[in-house]
């Protein structure tokens, strides 16, 4: 059953806690993404990577940090820099991060930071 | 860079009823537009394209057009059913998937 994992499903954590998400994909694809998705707004790229062992910062990379070591996996570390972290966060891959193919998405994990 | 806007924002129609939900963009270089359906608490699930070479393509209720003059694309349902409602998402790409950009998302409700 081929597909993307995310987990946990739900994640909580204190103020000043870094907290790492996972992301697995067994589709064989190249490229990966993070996204944050806030109430009423569209999703935001925060971290991509195009092949093992490289990645780029997307719009709101400020307070992540991705690692890529894996094809099948891209954790995403939310530090404590990070001012506004309670959001639901997506991964998604695709075929090929350097043509317009579809992204297929994991179902999210929603983080609350108190 | 490029920016997506989506209207309307919250949409309810009976069912039965069409429903259509429409994105403007910025960069004239975007060639990929893809739709999304979020359902609650789960990712979005891509439900069709349209690449910048058709200006239309259609899949059993669902369709999509685009006016690359105008720079806006539309999703049309039609014959909706409760199971459609949900978020829907447009996107637009310009040169590969590393520069998608969401529009803000429309919730759609399908009253029976």
């Known amino acids: 059953d081929g597909g993307i994992t995310q987990s946990p499903k739900y994640l909580f954590r204190k103020e000043g806690q870094n907290v790492t998400l996972s992301c697995e994909q067994n589709?064989?694809?190249?490229?990966m993404y993070w996204y944050r998705q806030d109430p009423g707004q569209g999703l935001r790229l925060i971290y991509y990577?195009?092949?093992?062992?490289?990645?780029q910062k997307g719009d709101i990379a400020e307070g992540y940090s991705v690692s890529r070591e894996k094809k099948e996996s891209f954790p995403l570390t939310v530090t404590s820099a990070q001012k506004n972290p309670t959001a639901f966060y997506l991964c998604?891959?695709?075929?090929?991060?350097?043509?317009?193919?579809?992204?297929?998405f994991g179902p999210g994990t929603r983080l609350t930071v108190t | 860079g490029e920016n997506v806007e989506q209207h309307p924002s919250t949409l309810s129609v009976q069912e039965g009823d069409s429903a259509v939900i429409k994105c403007t963009y910025s960069d004239s270089a975007s060639n990929y537009f893809p739709w999304y359906k979020q359902e609650l608490g789960k990712g979005p699930q891509l439900i069709i394209d349209?690449?910048?070479?058709?200006g239309e393509k259609k899949d059993q209720r669902i369709a999509v057009t685009l006016n690359k003059t105008a720079k806006h694309f539309s999703l049309h349902i039609t014959e909706t059913q409760p199971e459609d409602s949900a978020v829907y998402f447009c996107?637009?790409?310009?040169?590969?998937?590393?520069?998608?950009?969401f529009g803000a998302g429309t919730r759609l409700t399908v009253k029976p």
């Open positions: 349209i690449r910048s070479n058709v």
């Open positions: 589709l064989n694809h190249d490229a």
């Open positions: 990577s195009q092949i093992v062992n490289d990645f």
């Open positions: 998604a891959s695709s075929t090929d991060g350097q043509k317009p193919y579809e992204q297929y």
């Open positions: 996107a637009a790409t310009p040169y590969n998937n590393n520069d998608m950009r």
